[in-house]
């Protein structure tokens, strides 16, 4: 079919000449490519009236492309042409970092491959299709769209989603290498031993010659080479005495530069283990017990938001939210039922944040009808293709199967794949039973789901109901998928989600929470009222479940999805009320970031009202996440309308990674009224706070 190119062609002209060195080129493809929709595959299209950046979604595309079809049916074209001038290297690949739902790559008019998996890399040798140097050659890649995904393939499917909007959404470039050329490497440190594991998967085009590897070894930030050589084989171990180990209170990077005579690569790394201890019911990083406190990004969801735009594509606006993240006293964040753009990993390495990685897939116990065709062998091929694209960064530290499903196939296909990972990272199996004793499991105690239905608070309200008794986290595998005889799985609990009392941005309830503000806290409560008890109490569940220590962290959900307040209105939300600036709502700062303090407490009392003069011996529950001892002083306050009443001081001393409980006797006041109690302490110059609100009568 004769293609007509627009007059305004989208070009790229660079220079590559053939050296035998080794040293490996890049020709970034992203910016503005032209852009168009057909109805499907079989016809490549001959006019492209749109431009739309990559890596981005096809609704940027101007003047749009919706047909009001919501992005279902049809393909998305993308085009862009490209010179390379003076010779060719021996091979030319293309790399489109992440694409949905299902490309197509077409070169000069010719079919050169296509991409099935929409949250993993695909690479394709063009060299074949190329036009001489010095031409101008045509790269044009076709997506389809969610609802026309093939059987075998994960799809991304989301209960609480509406659209799923086609797009390249990763990076997009060119790759030019002379044979032997290197195809992955794969780090593994070896922390206690002070050196790191290198197996480089070489490409030597059938020629199994000795192939000799020089490498070196780099502090990041500094250039500084600590270590270099030659080795004879591409699994080989070096030393690195001394090293600075990898955390979020120290995000140290090296740089390995690898090459075969002929190409070269770097990765960055950190050296860096990290696992679940089932015998404390902790997460070990680097040989010590550490906390997890964090939150969810659905990057997903967030796709969809109204405010979306090209922020996920922008590095200041990650940074920012990474580090708003990290300002909230966060040091784990769950990319939850999705896969950011590779940029996101690479800015969590950098600045400190474990990352909980989780694959895209949700059934609940569904499995068979959303995806009746995947088995644990499609699966599998995926997670490789995931794991080898992300096993690098020291940020991921849990594989993440799936998310809230009930089924086998996600448990084979974990024993299929993680003996590839040399770092042997646990995997996280959703409501499914556990691949090994050493997994988490996730859970989700969402106490306050409780009064969408039926059921009403006692007199004495929810959080008496809920909090007075100590929980073990639940909504895990233990309640979806539990062992014979109602015996527990000894693996670590990780709770990832909690809470159920979601507010959109505008401060409005979800479809989820509608009934739960009514019931909970009383009808008609205005925009203020419901965003004050949403902040507070969620500072008091996590208050809760992480000074009673019986999970190895604490991950609110979310801090970053949609909001949709509009008809039709979304199930969940994140904090922010300016997307844009990433300005976070003023109480949920006051009321959770200390609640997530690295030194936290809470006051262990639940009553909403007492008699005058009523005395109680109040419980501090104190915590220490760090591996040092902590010493301050605790104060207890008693505060009406007119000023502090009474307050009670405490110098305290907890050890590493430990916990204690302070008793104050207290006698409330006399005088009916509304009080608050309130217990404080300082950490690094801020105050970490609990509250009650009581009342006297």
């Excluded at 009916?672 to 302490?681: F, N, S, V, W």
Aim: with cysteine; aromatic share 12%; charged share 25%.
């Amino acid at each position: 079919m004769k293609r007509i190119l627009p007059v305004a062609i989208l070009l790229t002209i660079l220079t590559y000449c053939k050296k035998e060195s080794a040293e490996r080129k890049y020709i970034n493809l992203n910016g503005e490519w032209s852009i168009t929709r057909t109805d499907s595959f079989n016809l490549l299209p001959e006019i492209f009236g749109n431009k739309t950046p990559v890596p981005g979604l096809v609704d940027l595309a101007m003047p749009s492309l919706d047909t009001g079809n919501t992005f279902n049916d049809g393909v998305y074209w993308y085009k862009r042409n490209f010179v390379i001038n003076d010779q060719y290297p021996d091979l030319i690949q293309l790399k489109i970092g992440k694409a949905k739902y299902h490309a197509k790559i077409f070169v000069n008019e010719k079919y050169a491959g296509e991409m099935l998996y929409c949250f993993t890399p695909g690479y394709f040798d063009i060299t074949g299709f190329l036009n001489p140097p010095g031409e101008v050659n045509e790269l044009m890649i076709g997506v389809g769209t969610y609802n026309n995904m093939p059987d075998t393939v994960i799809s991304g499917h989301d209960f609480e989603k509406l659209t799923y909007i086609p797009g390249i959404y990763d990076d997009v470039k060119l790759i030019l290498v002379n044979y032997p050329f290197i195809n992955n490497i794969q780090t593994a440190p070896l922390v206690s031993e002070e050196s790191v594991r290198i197996v480089a998967d070489i490409n030597d085009k059938g020629d199994h010659r000795n192939i000799r590897l020089s490498y070196s070894i780099s502090e990041k930030a500094t250039g500084k080479i600590v270590a270099s050589g030659i080795s004879g084989s591409n699994d080989f171990t070096v030393s690195l005495p001394d090293c600075n180990l990898w955390s979020p209170e120290s995000p140290f990077l090296y740089q390995l530069d690898l090459s075969t005579g002929s190409d070269s690569k770097s990765v960055n790394f950190g050296m860096r283990s990290f696992a679940f201890d089932t015998a404390s019911g902790r997460a070990v990083l680097n040989g010590k017990p550490y906390y997890m406190r964090g939150t969810n990004v659905c990057i997903f969801r967030f796709f969809e938001d109204p405010g979306r735009g090209l922020l996920p594509w922008n590095d200041d606006w990650v940074i920012k939210l990474h580090n708003q993240f990290k300002f909230m006293n966060w040091n784990s964040i769950r990319y939850c039922i999705g896969l950011p753009p590779e940029r996101w990993y690479e800015i969590a390495d950098s600045l400190g944040i474990l990352i909980q990685n989780e694959y895209p897939v949700w059934t609940l116990n569904q499995h068979n009808k959303i995806y009746p065709e995947i088995t644990a062998d499609h699966l599998a091929n995926e997670y490789i293709e995931w794991m080898k694209e992300q096993w690098n960064h020291p940020c991921v530290v849990i594989w993440d199967a799936q998310n809230e499903s009930v089924c086998r196939v996600t448990g084979e296909a974990i024993s299929m794949v993680r003996g590839l990972d040399l770092s042997n990272r646990p995997w996280e199996n959703g409501w499914s039973a556990p691949d090994l004793p050493t997994d988490p499991l996730e859970a989700h105690p969402y106490l306050f789901s409780r009064y969408r239905g039926k059921e009403v608070p006692s007199r004495e309200g929810p959080l008496k109901d809920l909090l007075s008794e100590k929980r073990i986290p639940g909504n895990d595998a233990n309640d979806h998928d539990p062992l014979p005889g109602k015996k527990r799985y000894p693996n670590t609990l990780l709770i990832n989600e909690y809470g159920w009392l979601w507010l959109n941005r505008d401060g409005s309830t979800t479809t989820l929470t509608d009934k739960v503000y009514d019931v909970a806290f009383g009808k008609n409560l205005k925009k203020e009222e419901r965003i004050y008890q949403y902040a507070r109490h969620l500072g008091m569940l996590t208050e809760y479940w992480r000074t009673h220590r019986e999970c190895a962290g604490v991950l609110h959900f979310c801090g970053l999805g949609y909001s949709r307040p509009d008809e039709p209105r979304g199930q969940t939300s994140d904090h922010f009320t300016d997307i844009e600036n990433l300005v976070y709502e003023p109480q949920f700062v006051e009321y959770v970031k200390p609640a997530f303090s690295p030194v936290g407490l809470m006051i262990n009392f639940w009553d909403i009202a007492v008699n005058p003069g009523t005395e109680e011996d109040i419980e501090i529950y104190l915590i220490n996440d760090l591996d040092s001892q902590w010493e301050g002083t605790l104060a207890l306050t008693i505060a009406g309308k007119e000023g502090v009443i009474s307050s009670f001081r405490k110098d305290i001393a907890i050890a590493p990674s430990d916990r204690t409980i302070i008793n104050f006797p207290v006698d409330f006041p006399a005088e009916p009224g509304e009080y608050k109690l309130i217990a404080e302490t300082e950490f690094r110059g801020e105050s970490v706070k609990s509250m009650r609100e009581v009342k006297i009568r």
